[in-house]
């Protein structure tokens, strides 16, 4: 379920964060020259997608002699444009141009002599036959000159054809040129050759600079941040690519130059950019006031108050970049929603594992619990142990007196019947009381055998409805009969019928056991009178009860 939450936000915000895409843009960009390497940038950008990537359809379009970029840009029929110090002069003139980087941080332009000439310096070129251009394509080395103290008028102008043939064939003396290019066909012809520089007599001015026009810059600033950051990219990529871009021209752009040729521009342009030094498009504003000073000697423009707004400020022109906005605020909520999420796992964890805890504390005071019933059980257990055992103890006392006492009556008999002036009568008494004690112990053992069932054969209990007062007169009557005993020597205590009622019990038992009762009576209390009786004065409990008239034990008597 989480899971489908968060593609489902995720798929919302890309919505949102494509949504928030510009539109695509077309522009033109307009070359100052033909296709060649000296454009390399504006290629690569194009062909990697660096333009598309920013919402923009880029068209370059090939310089032409016949066509002027400066005019094409000013007027607005071009975005963009690449131009050299004519950008500045224009700008000084009134055209609102925006400068917007400064490609090449030297320029490539030089007057090219023959190694077996006499011309080494500007001064030499005085009277000689000189191609150059006097407009502002010649800017540069018209202010080499100016800066020399030589004048235009001192050399033999011939006009420019954009080719060597001239010089090749002593024509011209002296030739204006690109040291990204001609160089390249006098070596690969084998003809030596001395160059002129500007940059060794105080002359240094950019080359190939991007340039707008301030209408576009203030309507649609954000195109113009995109273009540039696009470009800078495309060229970066260019110089560290060069044969890639080389064989990309080659097959897409242009048939006039070689792949090795390309590679010889190249290798020229990466020395003019420079970029392990300088940051590729960097301006410096006292380069072009220096650069304005020396169009000033010139003639060609008048001293400027400011140039401030020939450049391009980016700060100036911040704009709210609701992609990115819109992009961060995903962001930021994606992370938000990911991070609630983690959150709520994880307390859902911590309370799962809580409740596991709690769980088994209370299994725990559970168990804790049974043990110390257990525990109570077990010292219940204990103690009915040791009373069973206590029991048992005063069982077996009681036991063994009862066995003593017939024993010893059987004994005493005996020794009298072995006395040999013992009478008749008193034999026959002696043999009637050990035939007595002998049914006693018979019956006596019979119940012990039943009470612990040792036998299976032996004697069990025999319950049966009795009525104690019926009971307690049959065993008054044996009495009489079988002991001797008159009716004034026994005494019954009965209770009221109203009270006696029939209950279960061994009746057999309960004779005997009164029996042995009287028999200890008689032996002991010559003329004895008893006393019988039964009571029920606790619950679901019958006391039989015989008493006589004896003299009883003394205190010394009990305690043993």
């Known amino acids: 379920m989480k899971k489908c939450f968060l593609l489902t936000l995720f798929l919302i915000l890309q919505f949102f964060i494509v949504d928030a895409k510009p539109a695509i843009q077309k522009v033109e960009l307009v070359l100052r020259w033909k296709h060649q390497f000296q454009f390399a940038g504006y290629y690569a950008a194009l062909e990697k997608g660096y333009y598309s990537e920013l919402g923009i359809d880029v068209e370059i379009i090939e310089g032409n002699p016949d066509a002027s970029v400066l005019e094409m840009v000013s007027s607005g029929e071009a975005g963009f444009g690449v131009g050299n110090v004519e950008v500045l002069v224009n700008y000084l003139k009134g055209e609102p141009l925006v400068l917007l980087a400064s490609i090449m941080q030297h320029s490539p332009s030089v007057f090219i002599v023959k190694e077996n000439s006499s011309i080494y310096n500007p001064h030499d070129l005085v009277d000689k036959n000189v191609m150059l251009h006097t407009d502002e394509r010649g800017y540069e080395l018209l202010s080499m000159l100016y800066n ?29 040129a690109y040291i ?69 021209i080659v097959k897409k752009y242009s048939t006039a130059k070689t792949y090795n040729q390309l590679l010889y521009e190249a290798n020229e342009i990466h020395k003019l950019i420079n970029p392990e030094l300088v940051a590729i498009g960097h301006t410096n504003r006292g380069r072009w006031l220096s650069m304005a000073n020396f169009l000033y000697q010139q003639g060609l423009i008048e001293i400027p108050e400011s140039i401030d707004t020939f450049f391009y400020h980016k700060e100036r022109h911040l704009n709210v970049r609701w992609d990115w906005i819109l992009i961060f605020i995903s962001s930021f909520l994606l992370i938000v929603v990911v991070g609630v999420l983690f959150y709520l796992r994880v307390v859902k964890g911590v309370t799962r594992k809580t409740k596991e805890m709690s769980i088994l504390l209370t299994k725990l005071e559970e168990q804790n619990k049974r043990i110390a019933q257990i525990n109570t059980q077990l010292l219940s257990a204990r103690e009915v142990a040791e009373e069973s055992l206590r029991d048992k103890s005063t069982f077996f006392a009681g036991l063994t007196s009862e066995l003593k006492n017939p024993v010893k009556g059987m004994v005493l ?5 072995a006395k040999p002036d013992i009478g008749g009568t008193e034999k026959k008494e002696l043999i009637s009381e050990i035939k007595i004690l002998g049914d006693t112990l018979n019956h006596f053992s019979k119940d012990i055998t039943s009470i612990f069932i040792l036998d299976p054969s032996a004697e069990r209990i025999s319950y049966h409805d009795t009525e104690p007062n019926d009971l307690l007169k049959t065993f008054a009557a044996k ?41 200890n009576a008689i032996k002991h209390s010559p003329g004895v009178k008893i006393q019988i009786g039964w009571s029920n004065d606790q619950p679901e409990m019958l006391t039989f009860w015989l008493s006589d008239n004896g003299a009883g034990l003394t205190l010394e008597q009990l305690t043993q």
């Open 479 to 519: 009495c009489t009969k079988q002991h001797g005993l008159d009716k004034e020597q026994i005494r019954l205590s009965l209770l009221s019928p109203l009270v006696s009622q029939k209950v279960l019990i061994d009746k057999e038992k309960v004779l005997r056991s009164l029996d042995i009762l009287l028999s």
């Open 413 to 417: 008999a005996a020794n009298a019947l």
């Open 180 to 248: 990204t290019s001609e160089p390249y066909f006098l070596e690969s012809y084998g003809i030596p050759y001395r160059l002129i520089k500007p940059s060794s007599y105080g002359i240094d001015f950019y080359s190939d600079c991007l340039f707008t026009n301030k209408e576009l810059v203030e309507q649609n600033h954000d195109l113009v941040d995109d273009f540039v950051t696009a470009s800078l990219k495309g060229w970066e990529y260019a110089l560290h690519n060069k044969e890639e871009i080389a064989a990309l």
């Open 148 to 176: 020399e103290g030589v004048k235009p008028w001192q050399l033999n102008i011939v006009t420019h054809t954009h080719s060597i043939n001239e010089f090749l064939a002593n024509e011209v003396d002296a030739l204006s």
